[in-house]
């Protein structure tokens, strides 16, 4: 037992730094989301290059001549040639992760509003203001126009207003036969993070990270004590300090180890399958809603929602969401009908979501899954990007494609793609090379809660391993749960010992 509980113990000290600093970074994004990290510090694949990282998701068009794209950059003014950028984010918090705009809207009335994933802003022709809404969570998927009312969706509600100072809160129904179950996925996810049961279950699971932290560092620490102790007595210096120092270490080790072991050993199990391998025979899964927790909710939609667009012939609201697209009527009285035959979208969410101009049934649907012309009428799919029409009945084995589509824009010279690894591809003859300034790519670092995500799930090691970066975090996880077991068993057989 001591055998299985030094050596993997000793060599995972860095990796329990890593994993337990960074998710408790993740659990406050609000906190640190105006701490910045250059990119510059960072491996070169975080390097920004030709629109890569989600650069840009989206544009509106402000004038015949001028449009704002936004995305992961925040937002800039730029013409159709993309030529010419001037900097668009005055308003917004500091903090690149606070001028990520998932959404943008130019109203009738010329009213110019961006989503972020901190809440709902306005332009007042100088900088952004930010609008006060009346939900809890104020992460912003989409912003439209319909008749009079504007439209603006968070992950779980949707708010309704005509002159963005009352809201109407909508809570969208669910489908026929909605069985009141959630996705296994994010049922661990939030019991992993401890979101499941509010702030006080984030704040119980930083304590465990912290008291990981400790374990880490106070099992290297009795390592290293023998030695420095064996060093002083060769010298011949006193010893009882050092030694009662070391006993001191022990003692609280094993305290602390005995409290926390079992819920350690739940925490490392429930990360070990929110990534592949094991993501993937679970990623379909639904279970039933834990009693009580944040998960119970009579909202069938809760953090479901990513987009939602008006269909003028269908008379209703076409929604995207984590279980597929739904139409809702314009009142979203009735329940929701899901459209029979849809195109593949990613666990990570539809990115792109577009009507086709001169083709009334005919949608651009986009996630990394790829990017798909959709005729919601015939249920017909093409495959863009590759050029074929797509296989309904094939069977999505991988949670993302070759084509990481992150973002789409149409402009009076052509049709731009992005995808997150590669950057812009160009979908119809463009005339212009689109080069990326200096100057936005100096502006966009990255926000402390990436690269926590990235150092967390082990993709920050992935130009070091490759693709073998996948089973990081099971190997990590399951080296983890012998070291805890071990060291359990290491104490228990002691203190039986100590008591008899």
């Not at 993937?280 to 929602?305: E, F, G, H, Q, R």
């Not at 863009?384 to 990481?404: A, E, F």
């Amino acid at each position: 037992m001591r055998k299985y509980h030094k050596w993997p113990g000793i060599a995972l000290t860095i990796f329990i730094l890593f994993f337990a600093t960074s998710g408790i970074i993740m659990n406050h994004r609000n906190v640190f989301s105006s701490v910045d990290i250059p990119r510059k510090c960072l491996p070169s694949d975080y390097r920004i290059e030709n629109w890569n990282l989600a650069s840009v998701k989206s544009a509106v068009q402000i004038s015949p001549d001028d449009i704002i794209i936004y995305g992961n950059i925040g937002a800039w003014l730029t013409n159709n040639k993309l030529d010419k950028f001037i900097d668009f984010n005055e308003g917004f918090p500091k903090g690149i992760d606070n001028r990520k705009v998932e959404s943008m809207q130019l109203t009738r009335d010329g009213r110019l509003l961006a989503g972020t994933i901190f809440g709902l802003f306005e332009y007042d022709g100088k900088k952004w203001n930010e609008i006060n809404i009346p939900v809890k969570e104020k992460q912003i998927t989409e912003i439209i126009q319909h008749n009079d009312d504007i439209y603006i969706m968070t992950r779980s509600e949707l708010l309704i207003t005509s002159d963005l100072e009352s809201f109407s809160l909508k809570i969208l129904p669910p489908p026929d036969g909605y069985d009141n179950k959630v996705s296994l996925f994010k049922t661990l996810w939030t019991l992993h993070s401890g979101e499941m049961f509010g702030k006080w279950g984030i704040y119980a699971v930083d304590i465990f990270g912290l008291a990981l932290i400790f374990l880490a560092l106070s099992g290297l620490m009795h390592w290293i004590f023998p030695k420095w102790i064996k060093k002083r007595r060769e010298k011949g210096k006193p010893r009882a300090k050092m030694i009662k120092s070391m006993l001191s270490n022990l003692k609280w080790h094993n305290r602390v180890g005995y409290l926390s072991v079992f819920f350690l050993i739940f925490v490392a199990i429930t990360g070990m399958f929110l990534r592949p391998p094991l993501l993937i025979p679970i990623v379909n899964s639904k279970v039933k809603k834990i009693p009580y927790s944040k998960m119970d909710t009579p909202n069938a939609w809760y953090d479901n929602l990513r987009r939602i667009i008006w269909d003028d012939n269908l008379n209703s609201f076409m929604v995207s969401t984590t279980e597929g697209f739904f139409l809702f009527d314009e009142k979203f009285k009735n329940p929701a009908k899901p459209l029979p035959i849809q195109p593949p979208v990613s666990v990570m969410g539809c990115t792109v979501l577009e009507k086709v101009d001169n083709l009334p049934s005919f949608y651009v649907i986009g996630s990394f899954n790829g990017l798909f012309l959709w005729d919601i009428t015939s249920g017909r799919i093409f495959d863009y990007l590759i050029g074929r029409p797509h296989d309904i009945h094939q069977k999505i084995t991988m949670p993302i494609s070759p084509y990481l589509v992150s973002g789409y824009i149409e402009t009076n010279e052509g049709i731009l793609v992005f995808d997150y690894s590669n950057g812009i591809i160009p979908l119809t003859e463009y005339e212009y090379k689109i080069e990326m300034p200096q100057g936005i790519i100096d502006n966009t670092p990255m926000s402390l809660w990436n690269v926590a995500l990235e150092v967390h799930t082990g993709r920050i090691f992935n130009h070091l391993i490759g693709q073998v970066y996948v089973l990081y975090v099971p190997l990590v996880g399951l080296t983890l749960i012998i070291v805890l077991i071990s060291g359990f068993f290491i104490w228990w057989m002691a203190h039986r010992k100590r008591r008899k």
